[in-house]
């Protein structure tokens, strides 16, 4: 057993620190200009009777404060915060969000939660959660090398995980101190002085604070890995009751890396089995004892019940998120494990040659806990991996400077950095999104528009490369067909097809035609007129992107300019790809990144070199449009906006015209002629 010290043994009222302690201090200072009197009667003397409860009531509420200020900085849309009230808003008493403002009918339902403020014997507030009746929503949070954060860092990161706790979530944390010299006296003292570290500074935060747990795992020393997350671990939960009920009672728990043998007593556990067998566990996954010994004919005790909904596995280590290639001292923004796993996992082998390879281990060791981890939970459960700096939310010594990892995009001026923890668990997305090119992050200067004749406004991005975020996101995704497809060897990049060569048609057997049409409906909100689109596209037809069972996809055609025929336009090298169809299903417009999916893949795996398209001006996804594209064209005397992916070079010698071109006649396929075309 770990010797704990009597702060950590008392580590659920020890991290209930109370400011009345304030009042004890100062009985042992003394009072000036009063000499003559006892210590206790010269601090009465100038004690005012009210002094520690009013400075309790300020503590209070400059936190209130500041967790509303991350709150805000979070940019919820509305339909954001109706996805986090269904998901954490209290099944008792929370008002349904309506149209007139759900997110801050969220805050409501926040500050409407039943709290017991009771009065310490101090003079300060203990504040009392009430018992959780319903499995609460917790997150597994693996602080790596805690050791060498400051204690600012480790404050603004306990502070992060107590405003996810005010917002519903609840912290699991496992202290992975990494240490070379595991099993030693030295392993033992350092993780028992970060274990104590870490819920003092929990309690620094109010109450309650947090439950230290060391002594329900345990390990068959002669077992091996496992080599599937579903299959058992050499670590089990023996006592399920240290983890279950400080989880109900509000606190957060606090897991050392080590477990119980009974061959070898107490030793070092494996960060990532912890972390996987924890999520096993909390899940109703982990299999009892007694049914594996004995296998049972009822199924029904081989499954326990479910302990408590995990829906984030939080990651908060120095070297931060995956890097990736294509953002220099950045990370993957979001990873959809379904599809990009073995592409960034790849990808870490051409990182920048700066990168040590026992780092390159760290971060596919992260990758694959993040892999695991979201294969045994639910869809909805996401993974972030970030750096204590991140996490801590803490603006950088010198805002300026372009070299500073901490400061993450999107930050402006003074303004404080949106908390990325707090951000995804309000909108369930990264801070930026990953389609978004690097120019369009963070502008310096601003887009400078230009003209372009008498009938074309015409806006190009220009900006200088941002600071990248060091956070990576990742869910368990969905998968990416695409017909055909280019990343399949011999395949590369869509190009042009001869005139008269053979090519994909919608009504080929590897297209469910009725659910894609399905989808285009329920996406535009209005009935395709599938006979006339066929018969329009059935000889343009450049490929189509899916995501998933068909809840999002891109239909893509080789347009030709206005008089040309096909022959000429494709030996004048005029073929113009062409985005005709974008569309996700309302259920899934977003959630979960189907929308980024999409254009990425159409972006960086179909259409490289540039695409363009049109949208009607008034449409309210073309903010999304213009973030996303490297201009956009007005078009004079029409309803229409035009926008393009292509590099500015590649546009000169009357590609726009061309662009233009197609715009404007593509003809709609719609069976309400009646309304604006899209």
Known sequence: MIPRSAALKRAGSTAQISVGRTSSRLKHQSAPGRPGLPSHERVDAFRCPYTSNAAAEK???????????????SSATKRDAKAYLQTFGSSGGVTKPNAASVLQDSFTSVSKTPRFIQP????????????????????????????????????????????L?????????VVDCDLDDAGSRSWRKVTTHQVDRIARAIGQHGTPGAKVVDSSLSVNAGSEAPTSPFTSSRLYVE???????????????????????????????????VVLTLAKFLSGLQIPREA????????????????ATVDRIIVVDPIGGIPARDRPKGAHVFINMEDEYDTAKAGLDLVSDNVLEATKQKHLENLKLAKDCLAI???????????????????????????????LVGAVGTRRKQNPLIHNLLTDRPIYSSSLPLGRIKQQPQ???????????????????????TTTLAKRGLPVTIYPDPRHSGGGPWQPPRPGSPRLRLTDTCVDLPRLIHLIDDSFG?????????????????????????????????????????????????????????????????????????????????????????????????????????GSWKLLDSNWAMFWTTPGAALEGGRIRDYESVCRNVVPSWLDKGKAAD
């Open 59 to 73: 503590q209070k509420r400059d936190k209130d404060r500041e967790f509303f200020i991350s709150v805000l900085e």
């Open 120 to 163: 310490s014997e101090k003079g300060g507030v203990v504040e009392v959660l009430p018992e959780v009746d319903e499995a609460p929503h917790v997150a597994i949070v693996k602080f790596r090398k805690p050791q060498l954060w400051d204690d600012d860092i480790l404050a603004g990161v306990t502070k992060t995980l107590t405003q």
């Open 165 to 173: 706790r005010t917002l519903g979530l609840y912290s699991v944390i």
């Open 239 to 273: 006592f399920e009751a240290a983890l279950t009920s400080p989880l109900r009672s509000g606190y957060m728990v606090i897991v050392p890396c080590a477990a119980q043998s009974q061959e070898l007593g107490y030793v070092p556990a494996d960060s990532n089995e």
């Open 292 to 307: 594996v010994e004995q296998t049972p004919e009822d199924s029904t005790a081989i499954q326990p019940p479910r302990k």
């Open 377 to 407: 939970l639910p869809s909805t459960a996401s993974a972030v991996i970030t750096t204590p700096a991140e996490a801590a939310n803490l603006n950088p010594s010198h805002p300026d400077t372009t070299a500073d990892l901490t400061d």
């Open 447 to 469: 887009p400078q528009p230009t003209s372009s004749g008498n009938d074309a406004h015409l806006t190009t991005t220009r900006g200088i490369p941002p600071v990248m975020s």
């Open 526 to 630: 209005r009935a395709l007129d599938a006979e006339h689109y066929l018969a329009r596209v059935s000889d343009s037809l450049a490929g189509i992107i899916i995501a998933g069972e068909y809840e999002g996809g891109a239909i893509l055609t080789w347009e030709r300019p206005a008089g040309l025929d096909e022959e000429t336009a494709y030996a004048q090298g005029r073929m113009v790809p062409y985005l005709d169809k974008f569309a996700v299903l309302k259920r899934s417009q977003g959630a979960g990144g189907v929308a980024d999916v999409v254009f990425n893949a159409m972006v960086r795996d179909c259409f490289p070199d540039g695409v363009c398209w049109r949208s009607r001006r008034d449409n309210p996804v073309n903010k999304w449009y213009f973030e996303r594209s490297r």
